[in-house]
């Protein structure tokens, strides 16, 4: 999964961001049950990127949602 920059997610309509907001949280959670469950992290920094992408998905949903 590539990593969305602010600009892009802008660029994107309401429904392609909850897409792509769904993908994220759905390798969010396969990555950390991959780990939980083994005990080792592959990638700990790709964790901690996904949870910053899916908080910044959410505000810029949050922000388009409140100027309509």
Known sequence: MVILRSKEIREMG??????????LKAEYAKNVSKSSAAGVYDNPGKIKELKR????VLTIMNEKQREK
């Open 14 to 23: 309401i429904e392609e961001v909850q897409k792509k907001l769904d993908e």
């Open 53 to 56: 992408t899916i908080a910044r």
